[in-house]
């Protein structure tokens, strides 16, 4: 099973229904033992057959999450990012997919040397090998993994089967079993109902695991004769049944599961020493999210606003923004495709500064330059992300620069003025999945610009998702009209952010500044924006006033 195995494994399955929040609890947990002085890290485990989700629509799976190594991965290691402020790989989301592609492509090496190749042991091994291999390094002391979908589905078998595996591979001490369930309520009767929870603990019997700890969700607060009733049934001790109550907030749950003693059942299980997290951190960032003392208004604009989970990364940056500046931030989702020339001044009305979200595609597109025109136009702060830059570029190029046929290649392939391109290493593709410029790259910025002065500094290193990119024949003809080139990659020459010089607040970036704004570290971008709209709203009140 590769080199000798040093962490502690706790695994965490799922019962009654899906989202129910196992990532958000895994990543609470790892918190709470990260605040202990453990290093920790976490894995997701998903069974589905797409080699990863960079080819599933977001409204099938939400946003597409992606790490500094370039994995297209599940939007639950963002939420293990946000939490725990660290890195995640390509090594930390795994597929049915990948597990049997690799073992596949080892059979048609010949490596099974003429074998049968079966679900056990080869694919139940392969698995194996995926939840040991972050334990190679060495560096993690606690390896959280999380196996998607629910107990009992056809598709988990084989993950079920690899964490029974598992616990066989590894020692008594090494080794823990969280099973997240659903305690209903049933309003007609008034009664918290345990038996969704004794059949799903049940599969998980026969699949061969006992479950240690049973983790809860539940509307209302779990009396002790219901913890007694899971306890006996489900054969947990009772200290080791769960109350995950409805939070106000995810960034509540850490707090909530350490009253809980979730993290303690834990420790005594692994056999590790009890101390007092620090929570001292985290507890003021919820003291300044939860007492704002001014609010903004901000619009996102994009296509999938009836999903808000194809923009969590985006969401949650202004969560963290928003707390940095002591301020609630309001999101008012806006459909792009809702936006016209006529109403885009209605839609817009009342915001203090706008989003235009990444996407691909034509649909939406023209609202998206409806509405970049407007906040140009209106010296309304404006962060423009992925597609948002390419769609700035189109207007400034169509507006200012009179190209009234300008346009990205990947909507009009026979545009007269093609300002968005596909990249040069892009033209020979025609593989869809895992093929676009993924990860972190270096971007230097130009002193003297607003984004120079936003990071405090002259190199960064940005996550991106994109196949176009901005055209440099016309770059002399932006920036002479004030569209300037505030950053570059030196490597390949591109232009990853414009901002407008004669506008206080407009700043678009071709990549994704929202996948690396943690709890801890709020994105310096996000909260210069939440900043710019909150004087914006200053300014527009004494607009108001003067006129009233």
Not at 62 to 80: I, K, P, Q, R
Not at 90 to 119: C, F, P, S, W
Request: proline share 5%; with cysteine.
């Amino acid at each position: 099973m590769g080199s000798a195995k040093t962490a502690k494994h706790i695994f965490v399955t799922g019962g009654v229904t899906s989202s129910l929040g196992k990532g958000i609890i895994s990543a609470s947990l790892g918190k709470l033992l990260q605040a202990r002085g453990l290093s920790v890290t976490i894995q997701k485990f998903d069974p589905y057959i797409n080699i990863d989700p960079g080819t599933l629509n977001p409204y099938e799976h939400g946003e597409c999450y992606v790490t500094d190594d370039g994995a297209e991965t599940d939007l639950d290691l963002g939420h293990y990012e946000r939490f725990l402020s660290i890195t995640t790989s390509q090594a930390n989301n795994v597929t049915t997919g990948r597990i049997y592609h690799n073992v596949i492509t080892k059979e048609r090496r010949g490596d099974y040397l003429g074998k049968t190749v079966q679900v056990i042991p080869h694919i139940t091994d392969e698995i194996k090998n995926n939840f040991f291999k972050l334990d190679e390094s060495g560096e993690y002391d606690i390896i959280i993994t999380e196996i998607g979908g629910c107990v009992g589905d056809i598709e988990s078998l084989p993950f079920i089967e690899a964490v029974r595996q598992a616990k066989l591979d590894l020692s008594p001490n090494d080794f823990l079993s969280i099973h997240l369930t659903l305690i209903p309520y049933l309003h007609a009767a008034k009664e918290l109902k345990t038996k969704p929870t004794q059949h799903s603990v049940k599969q998980l019997l026969e699949a061969g695991i006992q479950p240690d700890i049973l983790v809860c969700r539940t509307e209302l607060p779990l009396p002790i004769e219901i913890r007694k009733k899971l306890a006996l049934f489900c054969n947990v001790q009772l200290n080791c049944v769960i109350e995950a109550i409805d939070a106000e907030s995810i960034y509540d749950v850490p707090l909530h599961m350490r009253k809980e003693k979730l993290a303690d059942r834990v420790l005594s299980k692994l056999k590790l020493p009890k101390t007092e997290p620090d929570l001292t951190k985290w507890k003021e960032f919820l003291g300044r999210l939860k007492n704002p003392v001014e609010e903004v208004e901000i619009g996102l604009v994009g296509k999938y606003v009836e999903l808000p989970d194809a923009y969590k990364s985006i969401v949650e940056s202004f969560t963290h923004a928003g707390a940095e500046n002591e301020c609630k931030v309001n999101i008012r989702w806006i459909s792009s495709e809702d936006i016209t020339p006529a109403n885009v001044g209605d839609s817009l009305h009342g915001l203090h500064g706008v989003l235009v979200a990444p996407g691909f595609g034509e649909r939406g597109i023209q609202g998206k330059i409806e509405a970049i025109r407007h906040l140009r136009e209106n010296e309304i702060p404006f962060l423009g992300i992925c597609l948002g830059l390419q769609c700035a570029v189109t207007e400034f190029a169509r507006n200012v620069l009179n190209m009234p046929k300008a346009s990205s290649t990947e909507i009009d392939p026979n545009t007269p003025h093609p300002v968005i391109d596909l990249m040069n290493e892009q033209k020979t593709i025609t593989d869809k999945g895992g093929t676009m410029r993924l990860g972190a790259y270096p971007c230097t910025l130009t002193k003297g610009s607003k984004l120079y002065a936003i990071y405090g500094k002259m190199h960064i290193s940005e996550r991106h998702r994109h196949r176009y990119e901005f055209n440099n024949q016309y770059l002399a003809e932006f920036e002479n009209a004030g569209m300037i080139a505030a950053g570059i990659n030196m490597d390949l020459n591109l232009v990853e952010i414009f901002e407008l010089k004669s506008h206080p607040w407009f700043i678009s970036v071709q990549f994704h500044p929202e996948l690396k704004s943690t709890v801890l570290n709020p994105h310096p971008l996000f909260i210069r924006f939440i900043e710019a709209a909150l004087k914006f709203r200053k300014v527009s009140f004494k607009k108001e006033a003067i006129n009233l």
